[in-house]
């Protein structure tokens, strides 16, 4: 194994056997942004196999201050975010091999962003997709780990088919402002971006390394701004009724 890795496979819980099945593992990252960026660019250099990124937005400046992959020259030129990030990750980590999408989820293209992936990392900042995801997540049976952040607080939670309620459990209908883009409207430190995603990228590493024992059963929220954390169960948030996506199978959001 490469020195390149000394140092984590040095934390005895994690180990050679951890980075070996990293190194054999494969990512979705839906969004290229401020939290997708952070997570891509943390499992890609603790040496996560593939790395599949997903979006169709380009780089802009007002992306600079939360968004780790990107430059001022990125931002005058306005390249594709997953080609601007696929070349910054390639750059860090030329091991890991690292797969551009550069269509936006849907319905439709979920089924070929999302094939032969081993977990899901949430990097959106809306509703509507983190629904989709969600039904896809639970039909195929496999983890993801979402997260979102404004202002100056954020929150994660690790979903698993069948062990944990799913989203349509916790949120039955997409939120009131679940199509809005909440950095855009409300703000947000890009030191709060980078802590949340760096949680993210933990819960994701566990799950990849053969750990999914260690992944976090709560629903983790921090304001960074006011210094509080609340940690919820995710095992107290399973519905009084059969929920319709992860109880009675049926994927609305699958539906073209």
């Known amino acids: 194994m490469s020195n390149r890795y000394s140092r984590q496979i040095a934390f005895s819980a994690f180990g050679q056997d951890g980075q070996a ?56 030129a306005h390249p594709l975010k997953v080609d601007a990030a696929a070349a910054r990750l390639t750059a860090i980590n030329s091991d890991c091999r690292i797969e551009p999408f550069t ?3 849907d ?13 899901i990392v949430d990097g959106t900042d809306n509703f509507p997709t983190r629904f989709l995801i969600n039904d896809y997540a639970v039909k195929f049976a496999i983890p993801w780990v979402s997260a979102g952040v404004m202002e100056g607080q954020g929150q994660v939670m690790t979903l698993i088919a069948g062990t944990t ?26 030191s709060v971006v980078a802590a949340i995603s760096a949680i993210q ?20 929220k921090i304001d960074l701004w006011n210094n509080t954390v609340q940690r919820i169960a995710l095992s107290k948030l399973w519905p009084s009724t059969p929920c319709r996506c992860c109880r009675q199978k049926e994927f609305d959001c699958l539906e073209p």
Request: charged share 25%.
């Open 103 to 105: 269509e936006r989820i």
């Open 201 to 220: 990228a933990t819960e994701v590493i566990k799950l990849l390394s053969g750990h999914s024992e260690k992944a976090n059963p709560m629903l983790t």
């Open 21 to 76: 099945k990293l190194g054999a593992a494969s990512v979705l990252v839906v969004g290229a942004g401020g939290l997708g960026s952070w997570a891509a660019e943390l499992l890609v250099r603790a040496g996560v196999g593939r790395v599949r990124i997903c979006d169709d937005d380009s780089v802009e400046v007002s992306n600079l201050h939360r968004q780790s992959l990107y430059s001022e020259q990125d931002a005058a």
């Open 107 to 119: 319905p439709l293209t979920i089924h070929r962003a999302a094939k032969d992936i081993d977990v």
């Open 165 to 190: 309620p799913c989203l349509r459990c916790i949120f039955p209908s997409v939120p009131s402002c679940g199509d809005e883009n909440v950095c855009r409207r409300f703000g947000v430190l890009g």
